[in-house]
């Protein structure tokens, strides 16, 4: 038997991908009635009592038991069948070891002591028959909703329970009036161990408007082996109280904190005044008490307006986030301001200057086949962490990592949606952070229609086999040492766009090799200025070799130490204040001079390079040049 009731909330969530434009679009329905269950109404009274119940015994209820408020004590071993009926207002007391009761016969009206294990592992949770109270309400009532939800789980499991499925269910929980020497994931809605929360579209759960700095809906603490599937979870950053100060940006609608073997799959997150899910620790590394996250599955979720972060891992290993849909992470909304970071996922461990160790440890972390639209800072960022590899992704916003050893960004699709992003598509390190980014490689990414298409920095990285088309300037090289740049395919119709550089602002490029890329872009190829010229750098230098630049050349300007070898070009190359380099066994042609030589060059060698000119092969435009020397140089007029 059903019934409506007219005071429930239905928030239908359609997202919709069209395969023609990619766009999503999020459709939020008016007031509309819900139907809910109505709670099992057995009327006919049961003609036996449980008084000559006999050890052994089971019991098939399909009918009305009314314990009249009674505490009734059975022999052992009985068991409870449901075939209809009900039990109610009273205690059930077992005795032994071996009693089992169907859970549709369990109830708010009902109360087991003794041990009693459930006949099926799995549960049906019907919200009416414990009491929840669905729709909007009060504080207290929001308050009796979680106390309720949160004793229904932690009762299943004693009974033997390991999957707790909800079907039909929208409901405020308050989860912000935390008592004393309580955290907020201790107050929280709490998954066992060992347990699996199955929810459908039709299961929303909801956090009551409030005022507290750090309330969590969710919370995975200290577990092992959780699964929670399926459903809405809202948070309410639109309706959240921030009077009181600060950022309030500590909301979480699923806390995964020092979880072991979690799962958190298909599970629609919505509106958090902070973060959809977290994935934290107990205790600082260094301390005996210390649990990190481990082995995280985050897998074909959608997460949609989280004011700070979808996403934020500060401690986990073996974390593997795929397959997820995250739209305008930390926009502003006209009631609710985006707080940094705004990443769809921030991997950001603090570290600390303990000598013991680093407070957070973030690592072997795998985040693929995700899409990103409209975050209102970044895609994905690995602000501290190593051995993160972000692979397979489409996104609109960039990628970065800032402190990391291992990281690899690979075969991602970074495309502006106007083709004319400013900033960056990848930032690959930080110049202020030298000595503790290295090891880390960015390859075979897709980049389109953002101002710079990857930004390299630091040490010891590989930039690779990508291909960046419509860029102001594809690759920019920062502050970069014992790294290398290769085989990039680089094509912008832009005005005045470069293919790979380095320019004042950047100081230095050391034993960096750049070799095998093909460039076709309307400005420069190769543009390198002010570049090794401090008294320390003057040993610096960098290669670039069996380069084909399409339809322009290459300036050096202010720079010292570079070698140019068996590139091709098809525009001139200019040196100006360019000191200790060579240009040798290239190809270059220009409808203006093969080679311009301005002011303060010094100690350039140039020789075997076939050159055709239209006006001159070498064009000395400065006498002040000194120690130029040109050999063997194949001069053609064209």
Known sequence: M?????????FTLFVILSCSKEEVKLIKDEMDEVEVDEPITATTPCQFDLSSAKSGDTVNIDCLLDLEGKTVTLPENITFTFNGGDIINGTINFSGDENKIDGRLLNADLKLAGKVS????????????????????????????????????????????????????????????????????????????????VMTDNTHLRIQPNAHKQPTLLSILDVDNVNITGGILYGERDEHDYSSGGTHEWETLISIKGGRNIKVSKVTMIDSAGDGIGVSNLGHSFDPVYKPSIDVLIADNTFIRSRRNQISITDGREVIVENNMFIDASIHTDKSKGTAPGFAIDV??????????????????????????????????????????????TVEKFISYSTSI????????????????????????????????????????????????????????????NTITNCLSAIRLKNLNNSSVYENKIKSNREKSAGIN?????????????????????????????????????????????????????????????????????????????????????????????????????????????????????????????????????????
């Open 406 to 465: 291992g990281t690899i960004i690979r075969n991602n699709r970074i495309e502006s949606p106007t083709n004319d992003a400013t900033g960056t598509a990848i930032f690959a390190g930080r110049d202020d952070l030298f000595e503790k980014n290295y090891d880390n490689k960015v390859y075979g990414n897709t980049i389109i229609g953002y101002t710079t298409g990857i930004e390299a920095t630091n040490t010891k990285l590989e930039v690779y086999k």
């Open 118 to 197: 459930l006949i099926s592992e799995t549960f049906e949770f019907k919200p009416n028959r414990w009491g929840i109270i669905e729709g909007k309400v009060d504080d207290v009532v929001a308050d009796s909703n979680r106390a309720i939800f949160k004793s229904a789980l932690k009762l299943i499991k004693e009974y033997g329970g390991s999957t707790f499925k909800i079907d039909k269910m929208d409901a405020f929980f308050r989860v912000d009036n935390i008592p004393p020497k309580t955290t907020p994931t201790q107050f929280a809605i709490i998954i066992p161990s060992d347990f699996s929360l």
């Open 2 to 10: 059903k019934a409506k009731h007219p005071f429930f909330i239905l």
């Open 348 to 393: 950001e461990a603090v570290r600390g200057k303990n000598p013991a160790g680093p407070q957070q440890i973030a690592q072997d972390i795998i985040i693929r086949g995700n899409t990103e639209k409209g975050s209102r800072k970044g895609s994905f960022t690995v602000h501290t962490g190593d051995r993160v590899t972000i692979e397979d992704n």
């Open 502 to 638: 380095s320019h004042s602002g950047s100081n230095y490029i050391n034993n960096v090799k750049i070799y095998d890329n093909n460039i076709d872009v309307t400005s420069t190829g190769f543009n390198f200025i002010r570049q090794n010229i401090r008294p320390e750098e003057s040993d610096f230098s960098f290669e670039v070799i069996n380069n084909t630049v399409v339809n322009s050349g290459a300036t050096v300007s202010k720079t010292n130490g570079f070698y140019f070898k068996k590139n091709t070009f098809n525009n001139r190359v200019r040196l100006v204040n360019a000191i200790n380099g060579e240009f040798s066994e290239n190809i270059i042609s220009s409808e203006l001079d093969g080679i311009r030589i301005d002011t303060g060059c010094n100690n350039i060698k140039i020789s075997k390079n076939t050159i055709n000119y239209t006006r001159n092969c070498i064009w000395h435009n400065n006498s002040d040049a000194v120690n130029i020397e040109e050999s063997e140089n194949d001069c053609k007029s064209i």
